[in-house]
């Protein structure tokens, strides 16, 4: 009877641990959010101090399997359609409650200390504007990559460029390999180039050349009964200022 109760505990103890607790917000974010999330939530416990809201960043692709094999996220913030659809399919989010947040782009950058041309066009030849490696983020297996490989493929560059690709697990290793000039050149979201000022934007890539890199938020399934995620998505959406923020980080609308 004793081990019995025990067992019972033990249960009650592991259901109450997979909920998020009353006043309490897990948000799952893409990467580039980092620093523009970070701020939104420090104005929203200014207004609301006896909530906490606790961010995760991952990949879009790395964040959606996380949240198939376990989820604690109340809101997802994600620019990859396809891991909505993966959640959705899982009764981890409702699609139809994914509302468009703001917009992004994808852009070359070098070293503030070099030069280095950028043509938006098929004609131009980018693989011998510079010598050295090509900064990515990784291409097959994460959201960036995946844009950029769309681009390069789209604007016939990829095959030339193919060799001088150094592959980066995350931005901030790609932004360093650029700054202290083990790439001439990299690839990210405008969003991350203006978090260094060791770097500079020399071109923006077409907006044709890839998907669009439009970020989406979403209450999970779990977060719709959380007031406090509700409350936190509203004041996303509603408060001016934090589309001022977003602004300032680069974000923009659609066009």
């Known amino acids: 009877l004793i081990m019995l109760k025990q067992l019972g505990l033990f249960c009650c ?71 909505v659809q993966a959640l959705n399919q899982n009764k981890l989010v409702t699609k139809k409650r994914a509302k468009y947040l703001m917009s992004d782009q994808l852009v070359a950058i070098t070293s503030v200390n070099m030069d280095i041309p950028f043509g938006q066009s098929k004609q131009f030849n980018f693989a011998q504007v510079f010598k050295g490696n090509l900064c990515t983020a990784q291409l097959d297996t994460s959201a960036l990559g995946l844009y950029t490989r769309q681009s390069l493929t789209y604007l016939g560059w990829f095959s030339n460029l193919q060799q001088r690709i150094s592959q980066n697990t995350d931005n901030t290793s ?67 200022k934090v589309r001022a923020l977003l602004l300032n980080y680069g974000f923009g609308n659609k066009k």
């Open 13 to 83: 103890l592991c259901t109450t641990a997979s909920f998020t607790l009353a006043g309490e917000v897990n948000v799952y974010a893409a990467p580039s959010l980092t620093n523009a999330l970070t701020d939104i939530i420090k104005l929203y416990q200014q207004q609301y101090p006896d909530s906490k809201v606790t961010p995760v960043f991952a990949d879009p692709l790395t964040m959606a399997k996380q949240m198939q094999q376990a989820s604690r996220a109340d809101l997802y913030i994600s620019t990859d359609k396809n891991s």
């Open 174 to 240: 790609l932004l360093n390999a650029v700054q202290n000039g083990k790439c001439e050149v990299g690839i990210t979201f405008q969003t991350d180039a203006l978090t260094s000022k060791k770097v500079k934007m020399i071109g923006i890539f077409p907006a044709k050349s890839h998907d669009p890199i439009d970020y989406y938020i979403t209450l999970t399934t779990q977060g719709e009964k959380n007031k406090t995620a509700t409350q936190f998505e509203r004041f996303i959406f509603t408060s001016p």
